[in-house]
Structures are given as structure tokens and as C-alpha cells.
């Protein structure tokens, strides 16, 4: 099983980025997926998660209404739509997939290798 995220990059504050996450060796269909994301010297924390039908989102506080979060079964990919990126959003940003939607990262089995995301004013 393997994640792989892309999109990470050096974006000016206010400006926008769209990470993906393509799996292979899993269904991307069969599971939920979220983001997280750890700054340095931070631990890692939710960033957003998206039920297995993508009816549910579920997103951190200090990005709703920033980010969204989608994905596309059949191109086993999903998606985080990052728009008015300020310099607390820098940080290595995760994929993950799991049996159930959550913002614990304890719910979720299978990871990516990150994107660094780098915010500057």
C-alpha cells in the first residue's frame, strides 16, 4: 500500500495550492481519508477528513471555510483545495486512510511520506 502526496510548494500569503493523494495497493473507495499536517517543533495535527462516499467533511477549526476537501473513487485520489494560505498553514502535509472518519490520528492505517507546504508574507 502506498500514498503519494503532490502539490506541496512555496506560496505567498493569500495565495492557494491543491494538494493530491493518489494510493495504490488499496481502494481508496473502501476507506476515509484525511489530512494532517505537522509544522516544525509542532506535533502532527487534523487538518481535514472526508467520509468513504464523501457525503461527510469534517475540518480543523483554523481552516474552515480555507480548505476542502474532496476525492475522486475512480482516479483513487482525493483532494485538499487550499485557498488564503497564511504562514501558520506552513507545514509537511500528510494523507491518510482509515476505517472510519476522525480527527484522531490513531484512526487511521495507512500514511503518505508528506508534501512540505511553505507560506511566506
Known amino acids: 500500500v502506498q500514498l503519494v502526496e503532490s502539490g506541496g510548494g512555496s506560496v505567498q500569503a493569500g495565495g492557494s495550492l491543491r494538494l493530491s493523494c493518489t494510493a495504490s495497493?488499496?481502494?481508496?473507495?473502501?476507506?476515509?481519508m484525511g489530512w494532517f499536517r505537522q509544522a516544525p517543533g509542532k506535533e502532527r495535527e487534523f487538518v481535514a477528513a472526508?467520509?468513504?462516499?464523501?457525503?461527510?467533511?469534517t475540518y480543523a477549526d483554523s481552516v474552515k471555510g480555507r480548505f476542502t476537501i474532496s476525492r475522486d473513487n475512480a482516479k483513487n485520489t482525493v483532494f485538499l483545495q487550499m485557498n488564503s494560505l497564511n504562514r501558520e498553514d506552513t507545514a509537511i502535509y500528510y494523507c491518510?486512510?482509515?476505517?472510519?472518519?476522525?480527527?484522531?490520528?490513531?484512526?487511521?492505517?495507512?500514511w503518505g511520506q508528506g508534501t512540505q507546504v511553505t507560506v511566506s508574507s
Open positions: 491518510s486512510a482509515g476505517p472510519r472518519s476522525s480527527s484522531a490520528a490513531s484512526a487511521y492505517d495507512y
Open positions: 472526508i467520509s468513504w462516499g464523501g457525503v461527510e467533511e
Open positions: 495497493g488499496l481502494a481508496i473507495g473502501s476507506y476515509h
